[in-house]
């Protein structure tokens, strides 16, 4: 008779002991998932584990943590009738704590979500766990932390026990591959990975219970853990995956599995790896390692992982030159970030320097601490442009007429522009106040009811304070909420003060009347409008609106904690959203119309407005505090193909990306490509099947983006030197 651990080893782990706490239920179906589930290498011969049972009813991932599919579980309840009884009993179980959970998120800010203005967490997002500690000291260091940090946490029992049954699964997952690489080896006729199994095979007789010795036993031992973890973000992976790597004799092993796990990484759609950086004495961190990875990324020409580099003052020329030379190759990877903006912000926030510069990427571009934190990846957004359409209609969503936000006083009755822009900040700070409300919301019920044990024993603080890493474990808790369209406000905003109120050549009234008849009847009202100086060019009057609501932002998101002990800091990092917001926000004063996708996609110009080239843009975003933002902080420019086909051009914008860092830039995103071929590839796309471009945060082929995006990209400006 089958029985439910081959059934659902997740299902029978979680009920094993129903008396027990959720994260140590947790522990236990990993454990019993370790003891059943199929294993087995990737295509590429990496050891690799799926953390899902063979029906797609339950698993584990680094969003959810454990999670069960009730339908597909009341389907086997068919399937088995052996086990009728026992498996609808589950179900009704999770679907009563699938109902405790929506109780604790009660409805919340519901006219604000349907009016695309914010939204507060709702789903686990990314992190950077620190598998280096595996690679490192081995599960046997991290139980002895277990068992001193035990003694003196006695009420915290579970919590250690749900930990040491997530090591119990690593260790068992470790000793299986053991054995399936000799199995594998003994019958395998290629020479060459024949080898492989065989060094496997001996990797896996030390790691992952104690450290490393090579580079084959730190990748067995990384991929044992980063694929149970769900291939998420590999973190600062030149950094502890070095050490192994110099201690390779073979340097030609070492590079074969290199190229073996970035085609890992491509098939799994892994997210960010972070390379090169600074200590907190400003010394320069690259390696022999991060050059590797960089050639890599030019061989390969994938679009994932993200992948980012970070650069500082002390930053050696060679890598520099690299840089360049895998940009060129039309990935739009690297994205750069500079240290020396990016530690002051955490810096600011009460990360001390030593921890600062261990900073990462997690996902498409938000910053954690490697190892060392929970700050959220994106714990909410907040739209500004559909924050200025409240201004612009007394808290009334104009896409439906549905009183959305708060009453900020009728328009017509302004009598001058600074009550537009506190009206604008007003609304600004309620739909801010409410992205937060709500991602404490979620944070609390990830927390309660969504533990993640494997993670707590890779991340400092959690095992040391004996609390989760979803519950404010980690040493680090502060939350991201990221800002989108705001250089669609800063236009509009400085388009109503020059000619409604210092020009007086339009009257309010006119104004709000031609947005609600989206400007039909009204094209030199439109046209006057739409011409007006915008953000990007370097105009004062323009920047200096733009970059203070900005700033505001940042201020207001510092007055709200977050439930896991830190406190809200910002961004700026789109994603693919950016053209359905645009898609659910009306006419604004740029000569923006109903419903038209055409959005700023990241800090700068809203796509196509920057017309006085690269220098004025770079000095308009220099406005903003960027040492504020402690999210990822999204600059992205588009350059011409042709000119880093030549050492000049390349080493032209080298200096502009130096001038820019030095002048206090965050972060750096470049696309290079032909303005022919994007146009081209939307018309033809069959003939540009491996074109990618950035994407927010990230990069994507072309000719997957639905067409609002694709015309955003299109759009904006193509610069050159």
């Known amino acids: 008779m089958t029985s439910i651990a081959q059934i659902d080893p997740f299902l029978d782990g979680y009920f094993s002991d129903e008396t027990r706490e959720y994260g140590e239920r947790v522990g236990l179906a990993l454990l019993h998932a370790a003891e059943n589930l199929e294993i087995g290498f990737s295509s590429r011969m990496l050891p690799e584990i799926t953390l899902e049972a063979k029906h797609g009813s339950s698993g584990y991932s680094p969003s959810e943590g454990l999670w069960f599919r009730t339908d597909i579980i009341t389907e086997l309840a068919g399937q088995y009738s052996e086990h009728r009884e026992t498996l609808l009993r589950y179900v009704r179980e999770i679907d009563l704590f699938k109902s405790k959970a929506r109780r604790l998120y009660a409805e919340h800010s519901e006219a604000l979500d349907r009016a695309g203005a914010e939204w507060g967490g709702g789903w686990g997002g990314h992190s950077n766990p620190d598998y280096g500690r595996i690679v490192r000291y081995g599960t046997e260091h991290i139980r002895a932390i ?90 600062r992976f030149d950094q502890y995956m070095y050490p192994a790597y110099a201690a390779t004799g073979n340097k030609e092993e070492a590079d074969d599995l290199l190229d073996r796990l970035w085609d890992y990484f491509r098939d799994r759609r892994s997210w960010n790896l972070c390379i090169s950086g600074s200590d907190e004495n400003g010394n320069d961190e690259t390696n022999e390692l ?31 030159h690299e840089i360049a030379d895998t940009l060129a190759v039309g990935t739009g990877l690297p994205a750069l970030y500079n240290d020396d903006v990016v530690c002051t912000a955490l810096e600011k926030i009460g990360i001390p320097p030593e921890d600062s510069h261990d900073y990462c990427m997690n996902g498409c571009n938000q910053i954690d601490i490697l190892g060392k934190s929970h700050m959220g990846l994106e714990d909410g957004e907040v739209m500004f ?143 006057d409008f739409q011409n007006c100086e915008k953000f990007g060019n370097d105009i004062e009057a323009a920047d200096e609106i733009t970059a203070r609501i900005l700033n505001r932002f940042f201020t207001v998101l510092k007055r709200h904690n977050t439930y896991r002990g830190g406190v809200f800091t910002g961004g700026c990092s789109p994603f ?32 196509g407005r920057d017309t006085n080239g690269p220098t004025a843009l770079i000095k308009s975003v220099l406005r903003y505090h960027q040492t504020d933002a402690c999210s990822g902080f999204v600059f992205q420019n ?21 001038a820019y860092f030095a002048a206090g830039g965050q972060q750096y995103t470049v696309t290079v490509v032909s303005p022919e071929d994007l146009l081209d590839a939307k018309e033809h796309p069959e003939n540009h099947r491996n074109l990618i471009v950035r994407v927010g945060g990230y990069s994507d082929y072309f000719v997957n983006l639905e067409a609002g995006l694709q015309d955003n990209v299109i759009e904006r400006t193509v610069l050159g030197i």
């Open 385 to 527: 442009a559909k924050c200025l359409e409240f201004a612009l209609h007394n808290g009334a969503d104009a896409m439906t007429g549905e009183q959305a936000s708060v009453k900020t006083g009728d328009p017509l009755t302004f009598t001058t522009y600074d009550r537009l822009e506190r009206a604008f900040t007003d609304q600004l700070e309620y739909v801010t106040y409410n992205a937060c409300s709500s991602a404490n919301v979620w944070q609390h019920l990830r927390g309660v009811f969504e533990p993640h044990p494997l993670r707590s024993c890779l991340i400092e603080g959690c095992l040391e304070k004996g609390r989760d890493y979803r519950n404010g474990g980690p040493l680090y808790n502060h939350g991201q909420i990221l800002a989108e369209g705001i250089a669609d406000v800063g236009d509009s905003l400085y388009a109503v003060k020059k000619l409604v109120f210092d020009e007086k050549k339009y009257t309010m009234s006119e104004l709000i009347d031609a947005l609600n008849a989206d400007f039909v009847g009204f094209g030199q009202l439109r046209h």
């Open 290 to 320: 991060s050059y590797a990875v960089l050639a890599l990324a030019r061989k390969k020409r994938y679009n994932t992982p993200n992948l980012t580099c970070r650069v500082h003052r002390n930053t050696p020329d060679r890598l520099w």
């Open 576 to 607: 693919n959203r950016v053209a359905d917001y645009g898609r659910r926000t009306a006419a604004l004063p740029n000569g923006k119309r109903k419903g038209e996708p055409l959005l700023a996609d990241c800090i700068a110009a809203t796509p």
């Open 146 to 235: 277990i068992a001193e940090n035990r003694k003196n946490r006695p009420d915290e029992a579970w919590f250690y026990r749900a930990c040491s049954y997530a090591l119990d699964a690593v260790d068992i997952f470790g000793e299986r591959f053991r054995a399936l690489a000799s199995e594998r080896a003994e019958a395998c006729d290629n020479a060459d990975d024949k080898a492989l199994l065989l060094r496997m095979a001996k990797a896996f007789e030390t790691v992952p219970k104690k450290p490393a010795y090579d580079f084959t036993s730190a990748m067995c031992s990384f991929m044992l853990v980063f694929s149970m973890d769900g291939s998420d973000s590999p973190g």
């Open 638 to 658: 588009k350059f011409e193909k042709k000119m880093f086909c030549s050492e000049e051009g390349k080493a032209a914008w080298i200096a502009l990306a130096k």
